[in-house]
């Protein structure tokens, strides 16, 4: 029997656009299938598609080999989105006869904006292909000659249905994979991604998940959060072989003694250490913005947020700061990188120490690019924070023969509010107010542009700064 546990664990995601035959191929590389394995799911055999993750191995030298496979259907984008964090490496399948689709351009911003940065690209369905494979080769070097990928990436031309190239792909995987730079953390909290949870009659609760970090070992209780429930470790399979142990970058079937299964969904984590987390809806972020992104982004904007496994929709508050302030920003406009509140519509938790999040627009038609970008975690708040924003006064000239400026009305409504005034700085061509004129609440203004003239009936515009807390977006007028 292989000795599984002291195989080198390497984890590559499946993506591609639906009916690229991306399951196929991993039907022809799997050796070793999951329970929730190639289509597992019930709806997947009746609708012929992948609707779920899937997860298969194969072994490559000392290389044990887990391949991801999520849907390719515009619909679940989320789904694949959960299967990211736990990836090395990207495989790219794309059907040769129709080329990159909308879903292919979708699922390579998604894993860059995540911070995957090596991919691996497979032509499928040579065997309908009636032109020069190598024509169509340099095709797909143009396309990624336009993404961060660039031109250079290894491409493989297959056919799943005939099972050939795959010896050419599996050497150029395990080229790939050597030159990798994975440093796994083996020390501390556990922490563990949940992407099934179900029963075995007579054996009781199964976790599955792949180890984030950390080692795990028998007789070890596991926490579940934020379900509030637990275990002890029973017993401990890599794809079905039981082991002693496992360790960060193990993919692992755990039989916990105890644990309440009904209360387990995907996106919760087992832990030694909840301390590792941190509850919360509210939180400050770094966004990365993709530039292909084109939908405005607004302040109050609604936006779906995946975090590890777990995807939920929040409304996203962009600001900029001016002296020391924080002041809502209307609309990112050609912004790359701005910071920003996140109000999640449900409180949940956030691993401390893999603190980067994808940021999708899932209401928008499938036609169009929906991966806003990824962000970073600054702060996860605990009441919501304070902000100021630019509110726009309008008054009039009444009066532009003065000897100190301009006579204006409408700026305040009291000799009081004027005086108030004095000293703020208006718009141009219009300078600062200086002073009060009579106790109706007229002010005289400066003009920045001496050979401007105004005329009576000129607009004249102060902009002041008001803070306001944050409110959820129900709260906003927005």
Not at 129 to 149: A, L
Not at 186 to 201: A, T, V
Not at 385 to 392: A, H, N, S, V
Request: net charge positive; aromatic share 8%.
């Amino acid at each position: 029997m292989i000795e599984i546990e002291k195989k080198v664990p390497i984890h590559l995601g499946l993506y591609g656009h639906i009916d690229s035959g991306k399951t196929a191929v991993a039907s022809v590389l799997s050796e070793f299938i999951s329970t929730a394995g190639i289509d597992a799911h019930p709806q997947s055999k009746e609708r012929g598609i992948t609707i779920d993750l899937g997860f298969t191995s194969f072994i490559l030298e000392n290389y044990l080999i887990t391949l991801v496979d999520g849907p390719g259907h515009a619909d679940l984008i989320k789904i694949s989105a959960a299967s990211v964090e736990i990836i090395d490496c990207a495989l790219i399948v794309i059907d040769v006869n129709k080329g990159p689709q909308i879903q292919t351009g979708e699922h390579l911003i998604m894993i860059d904006s995540l911070n995957i940065k090596d991919i691996i690209v497979i032509l499928n369905k040579t065997d309908l292909f009636k032109g020069n494979i190598e024509n169509e080769v340099e095709k797909i070097r143009d396309f990624f000659k336009s993404t961060s990928f660039g031109s250079e990436i290894p491409i493989y031309a297959v056919s799943a249905k005939e099972q050939s190239g795959f010896e050419g792909l599996k050497r150029g995987i395990l080229e790939k994979i050597k030159k990798l730079n994975i440093n796994r953390d083996y020390e501390g909290s556990i922490i563990i991604p949940i992407d099934h949870h179900f029963s075995i009659k007579g054996r009781g609760a199964i976790i599955t998940g792949t180890i984030l970090k950390g080692k795990l070992d028998l007789n070890q209780n596991l926490d579940v959060i934020p379900v509030n429930t637990s275990g002890r470790v029973k017993s401990i399979q890599i794809f079905h072989q039981e082991v002693s142990s496992a360790k960060a970058g193990d993919r692992v079937g755990i039989n916990l003694k105890g644990l309440d299964i009904k209360k387990v969904y995907r996106g919760c984590y087992a832990t030694n250490n909840k301390d590792s987390f941190e509850l919360g809806d509210i939180i400050e972020i770094q966004v990365n913005q993709n530039k292909l992104f084109k939908p405005i982004t607004k302040f109050g904007t609604q936006v779906h947020v995946t975090v590890g496994m777990f995807t939920l929709s929040g409304f996203l508050f962009p600001y900029y700061i001016d002296n020391q302030k924080k002041i809502q920003l209307e609309r990112t406009g050609e912004l790359i990188k701005y910071k920003a509140y996140l109000w999640l519509n449900e409180k949940i938790f956030f691993n401390k120490e893999r603190s980067t999040l994808l940021i999708s627009r899932l209401d928008l038609s499938p036609t169009t690019l929906r991966i806003l970008g990824a962000a970073e975690l600054i702060k996860i708040l605990h009441q919501p924070p304070i902000l100021y924003k630019y509110k726009l006064k309008k008054g009039f000239v009444q009066n532009s023969e003065h000897p100190q400026g301009v006579v204006c009305r409408g700026l305040a409504q009291s000799i009081e509010g004027a005086k108030k005034l004095i000293g703020r700085k208006l718009e141009p061509p219009f300078s600062k107010i200086v002073d009060t004129f009579g106790t109706k609440g007229l002010v005289i203004v400066t003009i920045e542009d001496k050979s401007k003239i105004v005329e009576k009936g000129d607009i004249i515009t102060l902009k002041e700064l008001r803070s306001f807390t944050l409110k959820s977006k129900k709260d906003l007028n927005l």
